[in-house]
Protein backbone atom coordinates (compact mmCIF):
# COMPACT_ATOMS: atom_id res chain seq x y z
CA UNK A 1 0.00 0.00 0.00
CA UNK A 2 3.09 1.94 0.71
CA UNK A 3 6.05 1.91 -1.42
CA UNK A 4 9.17 3.81 -1.91
CA UNK A 5 12.14 3.00 -4.04
CA UNK A 6 15.07 4.54 -3.48
CA UNK A 7 13.61 7.53 -1.96
CA UNK A 8 15.80 10.17 -1.14
CA UNK A 9 16.02 13.59 0.03
CA UNK A 10 19.37 15.76 0.11
CA UNK A 11 19.49 18.52 2.26
CA UNK A 12 23.04 18.79 2.32
CA UNK A 13 25.72 17.81 4.91
CA UNK A 14 24.19 14.63 5.47
CA UNK A 15 21.06 15.58 6.55
CA UNK A 16 17.61 14.08 4.79
CA UNK A 17 17.00 10.79 3.83
CA UNK A 18 18.64 8.53 1.60
CA UNK A 19 17.74 5.54 -0.81
CA UNK A 20 15.16 4.38 1.34
CA UNK A 21 13.37 1.02 0.37
CA UNK A 22 9.86 1.15 2.36
CA UNK A 23 6.95 -1.43 1.91
CA UNK A 24 4.21 -1.77 3.56
CA UNK A 25 1.44 -4.26 2.96
CA UNK A 26 -2.49 -3.28 3.11
CA UNK A 27 -4.31 -3.41 6.81
CA UNK A 28 -0.69 -3.17 8.68
CA UNK A 29 0.32 -0.79 11.03
CA UNK A 30 4.37 0.72 10.58
CA UNK A 31 6.06 2.38 13.66
CA UNK A 32 8.95 4.09 11.77
CA UNK A 33 10.94 5.07 14.02
CA UNK A 34 14.26 6.81 14.71
CA UNK A 35 16.08 9.63 16.83
CA UNK A 36 15.56 13.07 16.33
CA UNK A 37 16.48 14.37 13.25
CA UNK A 38 17.05 11.06 11.74
CA UNK A 39 14.18 11.78 8.81
CA UNK A 40 11.04 10.10 9.87
CA UNK A 41 8.93 13.97 9.11
CA UNK A 42 11.39 14.38 5.87
CA UNK A 43 9.85 10.78 4.62
CA UNK A 44 6.28 11.79 5.65
CA UNK A 45 6.54 14.60 3.80
CA UNK A 46 7.56 13.13 0.76
CA UNK A 47 4.92 10.45 1.01
CA UNK A 48 2.22 13.19 1.30
CA UNK A 49 3.87 14.98 -1.75
CA UNK A 50 4.60 18.32 0.24
CA UNK A 51 8.29 18.18 -0.39
CA UNK A 52 9.76 16.29 -3.52
CA UNK A 53 12.54 13.91 -3.67
CA UNK A 54 15.80 14.69 -4.47
CA UNK A 55 15.61 11.21 -6.30
CA UNK A 56 14.16 8.02 -5.97
CA UNK A 57 10.05 7.49 -5.69
CA UNK A 58 7.42 6.71 -3.49
CA UNK A 59 4.14 5.29 -4.22
CA UNK A 60 0.58 5.09 -2.30
CA UNK A 61 -1.46 2.23 -3.82
CA UNK A 62 0.41 1.76 -6.63
CA UNK A 63 -0.16 5.83 -7.35
CA UNK A 64 2.90 7.45 -7.60
CA UNK A 65 3.38 10.46 -5.84
CA UNK A 66 4.08 13.30 -8.32
CA UNK A 67 2.17 16.77 -8.51
CA UNK A 68 0.34 15.35 -11.60
CA UNK A 69 -1.68 12.75 -8.97
CA UNK A 70 -1.65 15.02 -6.06
CA UNK A 71 -5.30 15.18 -6.30
CA UNK A 72 -5.76 11.12 -6.01
CA UNK A 73 -3.18 11.47 -3.31
CA UNK A 74 -4.47 13.91 -1.26
CA UNK A 75 -7.75 11.27 -1.34
CA UNK A 76 -5.73 8.04 -0.62
CA UNK A 77 -4.20 9.64 2.59
CA UNK A 78 -5.24 10.76 5.98
CA UNK A 79 -2.14 13.02 7.18
CA UNK A 80 -1.54 14.07 10.85
CA UNK A 81 1.33 16.45 10.74
CA UNK A 82 3.27 16.30 14.20
CA UNK A 83 2.29 20.19 15.21
CA UNK A 84 -0.73 20.98 14.05
CA UNK A 85 -3.16 24.12 14.30
CA UNK A 86 -6.44 24.70 15.80
CA UNK A 87 -8.73 27.24 14.90
CA UNK A 88 -9.66 29.79 17.92
CA UNK A 89 -13.30 29.93 18.57
CA UNK A 90 -14.46 26.89 17.09
CA UNK A 91 -16.50 24.42 18.38
CA UNK A 92 -15.14 20.40 17.44
CA UNK A 93 -18.41 20.15 15.30
CA UNK A 94 -17.50 23.57 13.31
CA UNK A 95 -13.58 22.28 13.38
CA UNK A 96 -14.62 18.87 11.27
CA UNK A 97 -17.23 20.69 9.04
CA UNK A 98 -15.03 23.34 8.25
CA UNK A 99 -12.40 20.25 7.11
CA UNK A 100 -15.10 18.51 5.34
CA UNK A 101 -15.73 21.66 3.23
CA UNK A 102 -12.17 21.45 2.75
CA UNK A 103 -12.16 18.20 0.98
CA UNK A 104 -15.65 19.31 -0.70
CA UNK A 105 -17.68 16.55 1.02
CA UNK A 106 -21.60 17.33 -0.27
CA UNK A 107 -23.25 18.84 2.47
CA UNK A 108 -25.48 16.51 3.00
CA UNK A 109 -22.94 13.95 3.68
CA UNK A 110 -20.98 15.98 6.05
CA UNK A 111 -22.58 15.08 9.23
CA UNK A 112 -22.58 11.37 8.74
CA UNK A 113 -18.48 11.68 8.13
CA UNK A 114 -18.40 13.82 11.38
CA UNK A 115 -20.18 10.88 13.42
CA UNK A 116 -18.22 8.37 11.80
CA UNK A 117 -15.09 10.44 12.59
CA UNK A 118 -15.76 11.05 16.18
CA UNK A 119 -16.84 7.48 16.72
CA UNK A 120 -13.97 6.11 15.77
CA UNK A 121 -11.58 7.92 17.49
CA UNK A 122 -13.48 7.44 20.61
CA UNK A 123 -14.48 11.25 20.41
CA UNK A 124 -18.23 11.41 19.76
CA UNK A 125 -18.83 13.38 23.62
CA UNK A 126 -16.59 16.33 22.26
CA UNK A 127 -19.03 17.42 19.68
CA UNK A 128 -20.14 20.78 21.37
CA UNK A 129 -16.75 21.13 22.84
CA UNK A 130 -14.70 24.25 22.07
CA UNK A 131 -11.13 23.32 20.04
CA UNK A 132 -9.72 25.87 22.30
CA UNK A 133 -10.37 24.07 25.04
CA UNK A 134 -9.39 20.92 24.51
CA UNK A 135 -6.20 19.05 26.39
CA UNK A 136 -3.63 18.15 24.19
CA UNK A 137 -5.05 14.35 24.23
CA UNK A 138 -8.27 15.38 22.96
CA UNK A 139 -6.74 17.84 20.47
CA UNK A 140 -4.97 14.37 19.30
CA UNK A 141 -8.03 12.68 18.99
CA UNK A 142 -9.87 15.01 17.03
CA UNK A 143 -6.61 15.55 14.78
CA UNK A 144 -6.90 12.21 13.66
CA UNK A 145 -10.67 12.29 13.21
CA UNK A 146 -9.55 14.93 10.75
CA UNK A 147 -7.89 12.79 9.32
CA UNK A 148 -10.74 10.27 8.47
CA UNK A 149 -13.42 12.52 7.16
CA UNK A 150 -12.82 11.76 3.59
CA UNK A 151 -12.55 8.33 3.77
CA UNK A 152 -8.48 7.78 2.89
CA UNK A 153 -7.02 3.84 2.65
CA UNK A 154 -4.06 5.16 4.42
CA UNK A 155 -2.94 7.11 7.59
CA UNK A 156 0.12 8.96 8.03
CA UNK A 157 0.76 10.07 11.37
CA UNK A 158 3.55 12.34 12.51
CA UNK A 159 4.26 11.55 16.34
CA UNK A 160 0.50 10.65 17.10
CA UNK A 161 1.30 10.26 20.34
CA UNK A 162 3.82 12.86 21.32
CA UNK A 163 3.06 14.98 24.48
CA UNK A 164 0.58 12.84 25.83
CA UNK A 165 0.40 11.36 29.32
CA UNK A 166 0.98 7.88 29.66
CA UNK A 167 -2.64 7.33 29.70
CA UNK A 168 -4.00 9.05 26.41
CA UNK A 169 -0.59 7.54 24.92
CA UNK A 170 -2.50 4.20 25.88
CA UNK A 171 -5.90 5.62 24.15
CA UNK A 172 -4.28 6.08 20.99
CA UNK A 173 -2.61 3.20 21.26
CA UNK A 174 -5.97 1.58 21.23
CA UNK A 175 -7.46 3.65 18.90
CA UNK A 176 -4.98 3.17 16.29
CA UNK A 177 -5.57 -0.24 16.46
CA UNK A 178 -8.99 0.11 16.10
CA UNK A 179 -8.66 1.78 12.86
CA UNK A 180 -6.01 -0.96 11.52
CA UNK A 181 -8.98 -3.15 12.44
CA UNK A 182 -11.42 -0.97 10.06
CA UNK A 183 -8.79 -1.95 7.13
CA UNK A 184 -6.93 1.55 7.11
CA UNK A 185 -2.96 0.98 6.72
CA UNK A 186 -0.93 2.95 8.89
CA UNK A 187 2.33 4.19 8.36
CA UNK A 188 3.20 6.53 12.70
CA UNK A 189 6.29 7.75 13.25
CA UNK A 190 7.57 8.46 17.15
CA UNK A 191 11.17 8.53 18.38
CA UNK A 192 9.67 6.10 21.64
CA UNK A 193 10.20 3.19 20.80
CA UNK A 194 8.29 0.79 23.71
CA UNK A 195 5.20 3.12 22.87
CA UNK A 196 4.96 2.01 19.26
CA UNK A 197 6.10 -1.68 20.19
CA UNK A 198 2.80 -3.33 21.42
CA UNK A 199 1.03 -1.84 18.22
CA UNK A 200 2.84 -2.21 15.44
CA UNK A 201 2.85 -5.19 12.79
CA UNK A 202 6.06 -3.99 11.20
CA UNK A 203 8.55 -1.64 12.53
CA UNK A 204 11.82 0.50 10.63
CA UNK A 205 14.76 1.70 12.64
CA UNK A 206 15.39 5.11 10.59
CA UNK A 207 19.35 5.89 11.62
CA UNK A 208 21.00 9.58 9.87
CA UNK A 209 18.46 8.99 6.86
CA UNK A 210 19.30 5.38 6.54
CA UNK A 211 16.53 2.03 7.19
CA UNK A 212 18.78 0.09 9.86
CA UNK A 213 15.99 -2.25 10.17
CA UNK A 214 13.10 -3.02 8.84
CA UNK A 215 10.68 -6.38 9.59
CA UNK A 216 8.32 -7.74 12.79
CA UNK A 217 9.25 -6.49 15.81
CA UNK A 218 10.24 -10.29 16.61
CA UNK A 219 12.38 -10.30 13.62
CA UNK A 220 14.41 -7.14 14.59
CA UNK A 221 15.30 -8.31 17.87
CA UNK A 222 15.96 -11.51 16.48
CA UNK A 223 18.41 -10.15 14.11
CA UNK A 224 20.08 -7.23 16.05
CA UNK A 225 20.30 -8.42 19.24
CA UNK A 226 24.24 -9.22 19.68
CA UNK A 227 23.77 -10.87 23.18
CA UNK A 228 20.92 -13.76 23.94
CA UNK A 229 19.99 -14.04 27.85
CA UNK A 230 19.02 -17.12 29.28
CA UNK A 231 17.72 -18.29 32.39
CA UNK A 232 18.96 -21.37 33.17
CA UNK A 233 17.14 -23.16 35.86
CA UNK A 234 18.55 -26.31 37.88
CA UNK A 235 17.93 -28.22 40.39
CA UNK A 236 21.45 -29.33 42.36
CA UNK A 237 24.55 -27.04 43.73
CA UNK A 238 24.09 -23.56 42.19
CA UNK A 239 27.68 -22.66 42.13
CA UNK A 240 28.73 -25.74 40.51
CA UNK A 241 25.95 -24.50 37.72
CA UNK A 242 27.46 -21.43 37.78
CA UNK A 243 31.18 -22.36 37.32
CA UNK A 244 30.16 -24.67 34.32
CA UNK A 245 28.64 -22.01 32.71
CA UNK A 246 31.32 -19.22 32.60
CA UNK A 247 33.46 -22.03 31.39
CA UNK A 248 31.59 -22.29 28.30
CA UNK A 249 32.82 -20.69 25.15
CA UNK A 250 30.96 -17.35 24.75
CA UNK A 251 29.20 -17.28 28.05
CA UNK A 252 30.36 -13.29 29.11
CA UNK A 253 28.46 -13.65 32.48
CA UNK A 254 26.78 -16.33 34.65
CA UNK A 255 25.22 -14.94 37.72
CA UNK A 256 22.75 -16.85 40.47
CA UNK A 257 20.06 -16.07 41.93
CA UNK A 258 17.99 -18.31 43.72
CA UNK A 259 17.85 -21.77 42.21
CA UNK A 260 18.15 -20.34 38.51
CA UNK A 261 21.49 -18.98 36.55
CA UNK A 262 21.14 -15.75 34.25
CA UNK A 263 23.82 -16.36 31.32
CA UNK A 264 24.62 -13.75 29.00
CA UNK A 265 25.72 -15.38 25.74
CA UNK A 266 27.23 -13.97 22.35
CA UNK A 267 27.19 -17.49 21.15
CA UNK A 268 25.05 -18.68 18.09
CA UNK A 269 22.13 -20.54 18.60
CA UNK A 270 23.13 -24.10 17.44
CA UNK A 271 25.84 -23.34 20.05
CA UNK A 272 22.83 -23.01 23.31
CA UNK A 273 22.64 -26.93 22.73
CA UNK A 274 26.06 -27.71 23.62
CA UNK A 275 25.70 -25.71 26.56
CA UNK A 276 22.88 -27.45 28.35
CA UNK A 277 24.73 -30.95 26.74
CA UNK A 278 27.65 -29.43 28.48
CA UNK A 279 25.95 -29.06 31.39
CA UNK A 280 24.06 -32.35 31.71
CA UNK A 281 27.41 -34.02 31.29
CA UNK A 282 28.85 -32.47 34.55
CA UNK A 283 25.80 -33.41 36.37
CA UNK A 284 24.33 -30.45 36.60
CA UNK A 285 20.31 -31.21 36.13
CA UNK A 286 18.62 -28.25 34.61
CA UNK A 287 15.06 -28.15 34.95
CA UNK A 288 14.64 -25.45 32.80
CA UNK A 289 15.97 -23.09 30.37
CA UNK A 290 14.28 -19.62 28.96
CA UNK A 291 15.15 -16.77 27.07
CA UNK A 292 14.99 -13.52 28.37
CA UNK A 293 12.48 -10.75 26.54
CA UNK A 294 14.95 -9.07 24.78
CA UNK A 295 13.82 -5.55 24.71
CA UNK A 296 13.26 -3.20 21.80
CA UNK A 297 14.18 -0.53 23.36
CA UNK A 298 17.56 -1.89 23.60
CA UNK A 299 18.06 -2.97 20.01
CA UNK A 300 16.67 0.57 19.26
CA UNK A 301 19.58 2.07 21.29
CA UNK A 302 22.54 0.08 20.64
CA UNK A 303 21.72 0.09 16.50
CA UNK A 304 21.00 3.89 16.99
CA UNK A 305 24.07 4.83 19.50
CA UNK A 306 26.11 6.05 17.50
CA UNK A 307 23.66 9.12 16.33
CA UNK A 308 23.10 9.30 20.56
CA UNK A 309 26.73 9.41 21.12
CA UNK A 310 26.99 12.16 19.00
CA UNK A 311 24.71 14.03 20.20
CA UNK A 312 25.69 13.99 23.55
N1 LIG B 1 13.68 22.18 5.03
C1 LIG B 1 14.84 21.70 5.47
N2 LIG B 1 16.02 22.27 5.10
C2 LIG B 1 17.21 21.78 5.52
N3 LIG B 1 17.33 20.70 6.33
C3 LIG B 1 16.21 20.11 6.74
C4 LIG B 1 14.89 20.56 6.34
N4 LIG B 1 13.98 19.76 6.90
C5 LIG B 1 14.66 18.84 7.63
N5 LIG B 1 15.99 19.04 7.53
C6 LIG B 1 17.06 18.24 8.16
O1 LIG B 1 16.87 16.87 7.80
C7 LIG B 1 17.12 16.02 8.91
C8 LIG B 1 15.89 15.17 9.18
O2 LIG B 1 14.85 15.97 9.71
P1 LIG B 1 13.40 15.39 10.08
O3 LIG B 1 12.57 16.55 10.50
O4 LIG B 1 12.92 14.58 8.94
O5 LIG B 1 13.74 14.47 11.33
P2 LIG B 1 12.75 13.66 12.28
O6 LIG B 1 13.21 12.27 12.28
O7 LIG B 1 11.33 13.95 11.93
O8 LIG B 1 13.10 14.30 13.71
P3 LIG B 1 12.18 14.58 14.99
O9 LIG B 1 12.16 13.31 15.79
O10 LIG B 1 12.92 15.67 15.71
O11 LIG B 1 10.82 15.01 14.52
C9 LIG B 1 17.51 16.92 10.06
O12 LIG B 1 18.92 16.97 10.12
C10 LIG B 1 16.96 18.28 9.66
O13 LIG B 1 17.75 19.32 10.18
MG1 LIG C 1 9.72 14.78 12.96
Not at 22 to 28: A, M, S, W
Not at 172 to 189: A, C, E, N, P, Y
Not at 241 to 253: G, K, L, S, T
Request: charged share 25%; with cysteine; net charge negative.
Amino acid sequence: MIRTEKLTRDYGAGRGILDLDLKVPKGTIFGYVGPNGSGKTTTIKLLCGLIRPTHGRAFIDDVEVTPHNSHRIKRLIGYMPDIFGVYEQMSVWEYLDFFCAAYRIPVKEREKRVQSALKLTDATYMLDYQVTSLSRGMRQRIGLARTLLHGPEVLILDEPAGGLDPNARIEMRQTIQRLRDVGKTILLSSHILPELASVCDLVGILKKGQLVAHGTVAEITDSLQERLILVVGVDSEITKAVRCCVQFPNVDEAIASGNEVRVVFSGTRGELADLTESLVKQEVRVTSLREEEADLEQVFLSVTNEVKSEDA
